[in-house]
Nanobody, 119 residues
């Protein structure tokens, strides 16, 4: 089974930076789009950033210019560099990917990692 494992979350002060990683493991033929979502208490899950297999990226307006998504296809890993963090960035960040295994395409989710921005 394909598994996604996030790491890099934690507590950071406003204005600080964190780098999240999402490592995919298991039987993977190809990873298409990789995404970062986040969800804060009382809020709906929000798509933060997305990157396709060619490296094209898109961002939510709320993180544009502050966050950068990237991927290392040789490692089946996606990253989210988060700079100039704000308290409103506090959320559980989850990695998502569309993965081809054999001839089937699966939507895979990580367990989530907590990011807390606070003084």
């Amino acid at each position: 089974q394909v598994q996604l494992l996030e790491s890099g979350g934690g507590l950071v002060q406003p204005g600080g930076s964190l780098r999240l990683s999402c490592a995919a493991s298991g039987s993977i033929f190809e990873i298409y789009v990789m995404n970062w979502f986040r969800q804060a208490p009382g809020n709906e899950r929000e798509l933060v950033a997305t990157i396709d297999s060619d490296g094209n990226t898109n961002y939510a307006d709320s993180v544009q210019g502050r966050f950068t998504i990237s991927r290392d296809n040789s490692k089946n890993t996606a990253y989210l560099q988060m700079n100039s963090l704000k308290p409103e960035d506090t959320a559980v960040y989850s990695c998502h990917a569309n993965v081809r295994r054999d001839t089937a395409v699966f939507s895979a989710w990580g367990q989530g990692t907590q990011v807390t921005v606070s003084s």
